[in-house]
């Protein structure tokens, strides 16, 4: 089965300073991953999207994010925090379903703390 | 253009009672999927609708269902609500097909179950 575990569920850190949010997904072929981030009252909204094209995916705002088959890993990393990136971040992978469609199985989530 | 738009936006209920929720996919989108969040946890699968049929269903009891209508808006509805159904409703949409994996979400429906 397809499913993804957040490795922290808090992370602090400074602004200006880097961000790596980790992520282990398990699957037993290549699978589809995101990651989306979670502002306070606010919908879900995708950062970026792995479908094996390349392994380094870049996305919005300065996030990217790198496949690593060998360890299972695909880690959300930023150079530099701003006090805007505070926020729920959600690795995601997709399961087919029978009848053609699919679902999003989402990690439980790391909530990014960034102070002054 | 408009996003996903979800009615209402808070809903109180109490316990035993049925709940309809609404959601209108962004324009062209004819796939529409429901998430529900409980509160410090991640968004778990409902549903998802194509061209109004279901397309897939998650581990959820039978009270909840749901439709899409000919203009791609969906409903999902939960009967004989429970205090454990208290959670953020996440409706999403798609384009263009069924298997298309980019998702946009609604802001939700927060329902409080008492």
């Known amino acids: 089965a397809q499913s993804v575990t957040q490795l922290d569920s808090h992370v602090s850190v400074s602004e200006g300073t880097p961000v790596l949010l980790r992520c282990n997904y398990s699957?037993?072929?290549?699978?589809?991953l995101f990651w989306y981030v979670q502002h306070p009252n606010k919908g879900l909204q995708l950062l970026l999207k792995?479908?094996?094209?390349?392994?380094l995916v870049k996305g919005i705002n300065g996030f990217e994010a790198e496949f690593k088959k060998s360890e299972t890993s695909f880690h959300l990393t930023k150079p530099s925090a701003h006090m805007s990136d505070a926020a729920e971040y959600f690795c995601?992978?997709?399961?087919?379903?029978?009848?053609?469609?699919?679902?999003?199985?989402f990690g439980k989530g790391t909530s990014l703390l960034v102070t002054p | 253009d408009a996003g996903v738009t979800q009615s209402p936006t808070h809903l109180i209920k109490t316990r035993g009672q049925h709940v309809t929720l609404r959601c209108s996919p962004i324009?062209?989108?004819?796939?529409v999927s429901w998430y529900q969040q409980v509160l410090g946890q991640g968004p778990q699968f409902i549903f998802q609708y194509y061209e109004k049929e279901e397309r897939g269903r998650g581990n959820f009891p039978d009270r909840f269902s749901a439709r899409q209508f000919p203009n791609y808006s969906s409903e999902l509805n939960v009967n004989a609500l429970l205090l454990g159904d208290s959670a953020l409703y996440l409706c999403a949409s798609s384009s263009p097909g069924p298997s298309s994996e980019k998702l946009f979400f609604g802001s939700g429906t927060q329902l409080s179950v008492l």
């Open positions: 324009s062209g989108h004819k796939s």
């Open positions: 995601v992978v997709t399961i087919p379903n029978s009848n053609s469609g699919y679902a999003l199985n």
């Open positions: 792995y479908t094996s094209a390349a392994t």
């Open positions: 699957s037993s072929y290549s699978p589809s």
